[in-house]
């Protein structure tokens, strides 16, 4: 391919790409997300492969994408233009797929979602719950397009918010509509992302630097490389459109090591956008020059913070650095530098394509456009959401979730990754934005939703996750390093039913001391997850401290097995299962288990058909 | 990130009433030290970038109604209107805070006993760790052996609670001079250095001590002398004579 020289020749590309797709065009699109390759997506394409090649008659394009979002039920397969989902495919379905639905135009109905609520089979992929209910502007392009081809992105208007930006708008004017369309940064802040490109423009110091932090860390979090293997070129395109506005002709993307799909298909954008002219000295004829380095990060998570990924490119340790200087003004080698998140990014295109004003009609009167968001935990739909801002949390996690399994109860949500919060169901109806979440006691963070049940012990959860901040605190500063660890030795004892009185208030004063004193956002935001749950669960650690009860059965300590010898009919199963001998009893008599035995892994309660197992 | 900033002629600042005007970038801790008022701190020292990491001069910084949180020892006044209080109910808190933690992590540390004191704290909640442990992880020794005598031998391993001071890989480090200079500046006195007949251990390292021709006595390593002498580049027997004697000749 030859480098496209201006504006015209892009346009001309594009239109001749368009035509060589007819509208009839059979299009078979396999998701080859992480979650659907799991499921042996890639199988899938394979043999569909085969099959296509065998059926001369028909000419079918078959493209292996990016994540579709729906990956409980992958591997998926939507067929264009009809628009039809097969969920759960296997390789054995290739053959009928081709034969029956692409040659006959007839459906199979074994491979079609059917609606938990209504049973009713759904056959296109816009109409089931699961995506009907969502607004997927960043993330619905992921379906159509093979992330490593350049000519599909630009079929779908790619590219063209670059030419439009670089051909008819001043560097401010693209600052001042990302301003008016009033994006705020998807990596946790909620920064607005104008205000932060326009300090960068004005600070003193050349060159600058433009950075895409794709170092997603938060655990079950999987957005932006969703975003990254799916659709590269979109996270590429705004990266160069907001160089363009801040004056940087230098770019990096700070890319999680253990991403190595995201980080191949975004090399291979790279190369591509060389090659077009989209990257490289005069893009499009502008005169603006640019082009990106790849950087792969260590591996903390603490290196997704600001200035640790900034000390990190620049070769030294990636820790926090303490200063009063935001790196926007002095970052990378002390040069003006502008870090903004994947899917913050991937939003640029889409505002200077459709305009500010169609933007900021999505959304509420401060959180605008949409946010993904990865939805796991006790949820029937596992997936990647996407919705606009001020949506309900009952709406991701009832309508487009599909609720909770099981038939148990929802207990919380728990939204912002480690540091975030957990939001009981009386919150159920909050709108899902950057300040609401906030004030709620949660955050945004990178939109992470992981949805519990009633089987959930909130003490335990507050431990989880500040374990997992104490072993990803860098040491560096005194109260995240000493202070997460000695809240995690209160919360340890309380749930092993050593809590005293007073835990509670030496938490949270704990929390209010390390919110202030710690040195950067991840010991300032550490106590969220205890501070949330003792604001809304309080009742739970009481009842751990005074009662020695763990109301949802989960704290070992605090457990007791025991069998109903009414109920018990003694079919032995539990005792089978037991893996510690602990249970004894006769065939056809009441079981009973011995309490110096039973090491409290619950099997036999799992077990027990007839509910003659009680754990209290 | 709009503030007004003064870079020109000097600016007024409150500190716990008592009013102060500085030169820009002037930091809380110096500014605070011109008053007579005095805000701990243990990772700090002039011959150093401030680190930032002890956090124990956290202090009020009020903006108007606005008010947040902000390490003294570095955090640089710029602009009018300013006010900071050292003692207010937040700054007293997160204090405590750092010294009980601290006095926990290391509880026969006089320094953080006596700190910790002065801030109201007779003694730590929390579970005490091993009382052999002084290292309070300042980074002090590892920012002076870095920045001030240019020998990278030191610096941290691991993260969070199991961060640790040391050489590379906990080895024998060959850039290590033996110059003391990590054990001098740390506040705790948790660097081991002795000297027996002629002879510097630390860091398990063994290092000659010269031996000055004028007075008979042992003092500096011989690698420190020729690493100083080579890095100025001094005449090679510059170091010849011991500093006492040298001074006393002149
Ligand atoms: C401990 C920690 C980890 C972070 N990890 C990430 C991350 O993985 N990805 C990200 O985009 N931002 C992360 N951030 C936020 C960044 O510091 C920064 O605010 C963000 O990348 C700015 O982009 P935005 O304005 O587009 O949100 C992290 C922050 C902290 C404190
Ligand atoms: S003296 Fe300021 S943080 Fe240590």
Not at chain 1, 397 to 408: A, L, R, S
Not at chain 2, 9 to 27: A, F, H, N
């Amino acid at each position: 391919m030859k480098k496209l020289n201006n504006f015209q020749e892009l346009e001309q590309y594009r239109q001749q790409l368009k035509k060589q797709v007819a509208a009839d065009q059979v299009v078979i699109s396999v998701c080859g997300g992480s979650g659907c390759l799991a499921f042996g997506g890639e199988k899938v394409a394979a043999a569909l492969e085969k099959e296509i090649k065998k059926a001369a008659s028909v000419k079918v394009q078959l493209k292996l994408t990016g994540c579709h979002g729906f990956c409980e039920k992958g591997p998926l397969v939507v067929i264009r233009p009809q628009g039809i989902l097969y969920t759960k495919v296997k390789p054995e379905d290739a053959a009928e797929i081709i034969s029956e639905t692409v040659v006959n135009q007839r459906i199979i109905d074994r491979l079609l979602y059917k609606d938990p609520v209504s049973k009713q089979k759904i056959t296109k992929e816009d109409e089931i719950p699961f995506y009907k209910n969502q607004k997927r502007i960043i993330f619905g392009s992921n379906g159509f397009i093979d992330p490593t081809s350049i000519d599909d992105y630009i079929g779908i208007d790619g590219y063209a918010a670059l030419a439009k930006a670089l051909k008819g708008m001043k560097p401010e004017q693209v600052i001042s509509e990302v301003e008016k369309a009033g994006l705020r940064g998807r990596g946790g802040g909620g920064f607005p992302t104008a205000l932060k490109w326009k300090t960068c423009r004005n600070a003193p110091g050349e060159p600058k630097y433009v950075i895409i932090n794709a170092d997603e860390g938060d655990p079950g979090a999987y957005m932006d490389r969703s975003v990254l293997e799916g659709n590269p070129h979109s996270v590429l395109e705004g990266l160069i459109i907001g160089a363009y506005a801040i004056g940087s002709s230098h770019g990096f993307i700070y890319i999680r090591h253990e991403y190595p799909l995201a980080l191949k298909n975004f090399q291979t954008a790279l190369a591509k956008a060389r090659e077009y002219g989209f990257l490289g000295k005069n893009i499009l004829g502008s005169g603006f020059d640019f082009d990106v380095q790849v950087n792969q990060g260590g591996g903390a998570f603490v290196c997704g913070e600001s200035s640790a990924l900034m000390a990190s490119i620049e070769g030294k340790l990636g820790e926090p650095r303490a200063k009063y200087v935001h790196t926007v003004e002095r970052g990378i080698w002390d040069k003006p530098s502008n870090l903004n998140n994947v899917e913050t990014w991937a939003n640029v295109p889409i505002i200077i394509n459709k305009g500010a004003d169609w933007y900021a009609r999505i959304g509420t009167d401060r959180s605008k456009g949409t946010k993904i968001f990865s939805l796991v935990g006790k949820i029937n739909n596992t997936g990647l959401v996407e919705v606009p801002m001020g949506v309900t949390l009952k709406h991701i996690v009832f309508d487009i979730g599909g609720g909770i399994p099981n038939k148990k109860k929802f207990k919380a949500v728990q939204t912002g990754g480690p540091s975030g919060g957990c939001l009981p169901e009386s919150l159920l109806d909050l709108q899902v934005d950057f300040d609401r979440l906030t004030d709620a006691g949660s955050m945004m963070g990178s939109g992470g939703m992981i949805v519990m049940d009633e089987d959930t012990c909130m003490v335990d959860v507050a431990r989880y996750f500040l374990n997992f901040l104490k072993d990803e605190s860098c040491g560096k500063c005194t109260p995240c390093r000493e202070g997460i660890r000695q809240m995690l030795a209160i919360l340890n004892r309380i749930t092993e039913g050593k809590g005293l009185e007073g835990d509670v208030e030496q938490l949270q004063e704990m929390s209010g001391g390390i919110m202030d004193a710690a040195l950067c956002a991840l010991g300032g935001t550490s106590p969220n997850p205890v501070m949330s749950t003792i604001k809304y669960f309080r009742n739970e650690y009481d009842a751990h401290i005074r009662d020695h009860k763990c109301p949802a059965g989960v704290c070992k300590a605090l457990v007791t097995y025991s069998i109903d010898p009414q109920k018990c009919i003694g079919c032995g199963v539990c005792l089978k299962n037991c893996s510690s001998g602990a249970i004894k009893g006769a065939k056809k008599k009441p079981h009973k288990i011995d309490p110096k035995k039973c090491i409290k892994c619950g099997i036999c309660y799992e077990v027990c058909k007839f509910g003659s197992v009680k754990r209290s | 990130m709009s503030h007004q900033v003064n870079t020109a002629s000097e600016i007024k600042v409150l500190i716990d009433g008592q009013e102060t005007r500085v030169k820009p970038e002037t930091t809380i801790l110096r500014a605070a030290r011109t008053l007579g008022i005095s805000i701990p701190t243990l990772c700090h020292h002039p011959a150093v970038e401030p680190y930032g990491a002890c956090r124990v001069c956290t202090v009020e910084l009020k903006r108007g109604k606005r008010s947040r949180m902000v390490t003294a020892c570095n955090y640089p006044l710029r602009e009018e209107g300013l006010e900071i209080l050292t003692q207010s109910e937040r700054a007293l808190r997160a204090r405590r805070l750092v010294l009980e933690l601290l006095m926990a992590r290391c509880p026969e540390v006089k320094v953080i006993r006596d700190m910790a004191r002065e801030a109201g704290l007779e003694k730590s909640r929390y579970p005490q760790g091993d009382t052999k442990e002084r290292c309070i992880l300042c980074g002090l020794c590892v920012n002076i052996c870095n920045q001030v005598v240019g020998a990278n031998a030191i610096g941290f391993s691991s993260r969070g609670p199991d961060r640790k001071v040391g050489t590379p890989f906990l080895e024998n480090s060959m850039d290590c001079i033996g110059c003391g200079a990590c054990s001098f500046a740390c506040p705790t006195q948790c660097i081991k250095m002795t000297e027996e007949n002629g002879v510097r251990k630390i860091w398990g390292r063994d290092f000659k001590l010269a031996v000055c021709p004028v007075c008979g006595n042992y003092y500096a390593p011989i690698e420190q002398l020729e690493k100083i002498q080579k890095q100025v580049n001094l005449p090679p027997d510059h170091f010849k004579v011991c500093f006492t004697c040298r001074g006393l000749k002149l």
